[in-house]
Structure formats: C-alpha cells, structure tokens
C-alpha cells in the first residue's frame, strides 16, 4: 500500500489520507482550537517562522500550521483536477 505526500511548503509533507480538513487561520475557534493544540502538544508548526496562511487537521487530532494558502494545499490533493483562477474565486 502507497502512501501519497502532499507538499506543505517548505519542504514538509503530511500523508494525505489522514487530513480531515485544510482551513484558513482567521476565524476564532481556529484560532482556540490552535492555542488548545499548542498546550496539549499536539500542535505541529510547518511555517518556517512566516506568517500562518492555512490550517491542518489530521485524524490523529494534530493540528498543523502552514505558510502555504488552503486552496494551494487543496490542489495538490487533486493534481488531475485543474481549476482556473476564476473557478477558484468564485468559490470564495
């Protein structure tokens, strides 16, 4: 059984069957859930000290921090799956 990686940024990869979700960092329970994941050290910083543009939850219930934006991560869970700049605003 293969396992595929996807790309975070950086250099950094997660095995893509055990994401759940792939979110943007704004809202406020993201922002608890993350400081919650912080103090029970399950908290998984793959920005390389810039700026968090997406956030990772995986089934194990890490929480993974990505410089890279959430639709940039999502397409590369789908590479046979092109979608143009337009398709992906409207659906913003």
Do not use: C, W, Y
């Not at 400081?35 to 050290?41: G, P, Q, S, V």
């Not at 929480?63 to 398709?87: G, H």
């Amino acid at each position: 059984m293969t396992h595929k990686l996807v790309n975070v940024g950086f250099g950094n990869s997660v095995v893509s069957r055990r994401v759940v979700a792939i979110i943007s960092p704004n809202a406020a329970p993201i922002k608890r859930l993350r400081e919650e994941a912080r103090e029970e050290r399950r908290l998984i910083d793959a920005t390389q000290g810039r700026k968090t543009r997406s956030v990772i939850i995986t089934d194990s219930n890490h929480v993974i921090l990505s410089a890279i934006q959430s639709e940039t991560i999502a397409l590369r869970f789908s590479p046979d799956i092109i979608l143009s700049k337009e398709e992906i605003e409207e659906e913003k």
